[in-house]
């Protein structure tokens, strides 16, 4: 028996099954985290995360998708966390240094600056990362950021008519990308980017914090946009505020679901 306690949280619908595990310190297995995330059998949400002690900041944030990779950033669960222990948290990832303070309704997070160039998305060879040559049937001409994960990211006429269910797991196996590729799809209206993405190892999300602020930062570059800029999800709507040189600013709602024990060893 190895009884524990998590916290059930979610971002805009972008769901997590929170552990801190500063108090004791065992390692959660690829295949132990997608059983506690699989919806029917074990917990369910799209990534498990798990706090742990960290000699650069306050926590250091450990982030498995939903298939049971590991990976690197995921802005949501920053807000999350950010929510959940207060004011000036810092949060180490592998993906870079986040800060964040609690709001009223939710968390603002400081997600780092955005990387442009191609081997840091990163990209199978050199190419030119605002407007990329490639394209998958009427997706075309994407940008490429990496917000501590990597980002492709497709402008279009109307991001609801694209059938990103069976062109995301497509273009997130792509060799072009060796690390797989978040697939985000927006259109702009006003000064309001409206967006969906398919995250890499998980699939269609009701929002990704990472996506909105890789997808801002493209569409600012592009001129479509000026920062502070709103970004629309099927889960609701993120501030994003980013300028040249800068850090990426993301300012959301965030919700407890709420606090939970279970026995870890079920899940293998
Ligand atoms: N939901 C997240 C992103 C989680 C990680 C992503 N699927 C990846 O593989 O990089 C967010 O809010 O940013």
Redesign the pocket.
Known sequence: MNKGAFHKMH?LG?DFVIVDMRPKEWEFSPVQAAAIAHRQHGIGC??LIVLRNSDAADVRMQ?F?ADGGE???????ARCVAKLLGDKTTIETSGGLISGNATGEGAIVDMGEPRFEWDAIPLSYAMDTLHMPVGWEDLQDPAAVNVG?PHVIFFVDDSSEIALDRLGPMIEIDPLFPERV?VNVAHVTEETVHLRVW????GL?R?????ACATAVAAIRRGLVSSPVSVHLPGGELKISWNEGGPILMEGPTTHVFTGETDWDQFG
């Open positions: 971002g972008n799209d990534q982030i998708n990976v690197e950033a995921c802005g949501n669960a994960n978040n995250e890499r190892g998980v999300t929002a990704c914090g990472t996506g």
